[in-house]
Each structure stands twice: as C-alpha cells, then as structure tokens.
C-alpha cells in the first residue's frame, strides 16, 4: 500500500482482501442453494440486498415464513453499523456531489471501510472517490461472483464449513487489524492493543447477555468511545 488514490493503485490494495469475498461468498451461494434457491435468485440477493452476514440470517428467517417485516428490520439491525461507518467516511467526501457520496454510501462494507482507514495512514489523511469506489465496485462484483458460483455448486457441496470457507472472512479481519497496528502512526501502538485487549473480552462475555446482532453495534460505540478517551490520555 501506498500514498496513491488511483483507480490502479485501488485494485492493487483491494486484492489481498478479494479471497475473503471469495470465501464468505462461496458459503453464502451454498447455503442459498441448499435453502432452495436458485441461482439466479441466490445472486439478485446479493446484488440487491448486498448485506454480508445479514444474507444468512435473511436466507435462514426466509425458510421459517418469518413475516417480511420482521425479516426487513433484522437485516437492518444487523447492518446498522455501516451508518456509523457512512458517517465517517463523509467527512472525507465533503466537496463530492450527493449522488456520489449515496455511491459510497451504499457500497461500503466491513472490509472496504477498514482498507480505506488503512490508507488514510499512507495518504496524510485523504481519500478520493475513484479510490473508495473502485475498492467498494471490486468487493460488490467479487460478492455477486462468488455468489453465483457458491449457488451453482450447492447441488454438490451441502456443509461449506468443511472445507474451511466458514474462517475465510475472519482471516481477512485478521489481516486487516494486523496492518492498521502496523501502519498507524497517529495512534501510539500501546492504545491500540489496550483496545483490542478490552474488545476482545466484552465480545467474548457480551454474547452472554445481547444478541449477536445488538452486539457488534454496542461494542463498535464502546470501543470508539475508549479509544477516543485513551488516545488523549495517552498519546
């Protein structure tokens, strides 16, 4: 990764984190597949839903006849974070018009948003639209792709945890993490592990008492918040 933000430099950075797409969306046309879906069902989900983890659990409620509303506000619980996320990429985009920034907006995903934090540290704080679209179209192509392909080979390939493809998205988080402690130099590398070490655990015992769902929101705001109050106590 480097100081540039051209639409060939976005490929570049976008391609380590392609094999998690790859990964996740194997399991996902799998699991639509053996849910009765067809391909090309499977695939318009995930072109016009384009919501992760959701997918699974709106496949899942799908199979029960759990009523549409219902299923409409539990994908949006659980992808609620990407307002968060939305609202802090914004203010990179200020000078951009509304339609673009509805683009970025409405294609960023987990990995697309922790690259772009990423790259701040190599381009004193700034980002571009061809940059962040570019990596936001590479992850919604290779997501439908993978999709499809995952459908097509549900037919043979009835539990995709056996092959691994289940930790491919988790790998990808883990890789992610290891390069934003690595590269950032506005945070002190002490508060950094200081707030993975506190996450870790309220991840681990607040399964306990909230649904996973709620829990990554909670935990995002918590873990903004000490990080926040660490960094100018600290640093």
């Known amino acids: 990764m ?18 998690g797409y790859i990964g996740i969306g194997l399991s996902f046309g799998i699991v639509a597949a053996s849910a009765g879906m067809s391909v090309l069902m499977a695939t318009l989900m995930s072109l016009i839903v384009y919501a992760g983890s959701a997918q699974f659990i709106l ?16 994908v949006f619980l659980v992808n609620s974070r990407m307002i968060l996320m939305s609202m802090t990429t914004a203010n990179f985009f200020k000078e951009n018009s509304l339609f673009e920034n509805i683009l970025l907006g409405s294609l960023i995903t987990d990995e ?9 540290n190599y381009t004193d704080g700034k980002l571009t639209f061809k940059w962040f679209n570019t990596v936001n179209v590479m992850a919604y192509l290779v997501w439908a792709v993978s999709t499809a392909v995952g459908a097509m080979l549900g037919k043979i390939i009835s539990d995709p945890e056996k092959l691994g493809l289940d930790f491919a998205l988790v790998a990808m988080f883990i890789g ?10 506005s945070i002190s590398l002490k508060v950094q592990l200081i707030v993975v070490g506190i996450m870790l655990p309220l991840v681990y015992f607040g399964l306990i008492f909230i649904s996973s769902d709620l ?13 926040v109050i660490l960094k100018h106590a600290i640093n």
């Open 2 to 19: 480097d100081n540039s933000l051209s639409v060939e430099t976005a490929v570049k950075d976008t391609l380590p984190t392609v094999f």
């Open 59 to 74: 496949v899942s409620l799908l199979v029960i006849g759990t009523p549409i509303v219902s299923i409409a506000l539990s």
């Open 112 to 120: 697309s948003f922790a690259l772009s934090m990423n790259k701040l």
């Open 176 to 185: 992610l993490l290891y390069l934003q402690l690595i590269s950032d130099k």
């Open 215 to 227: 829990l990554i929101l909670v935990v995002t705001l918590i873990g903004c918040t000490i990080g």
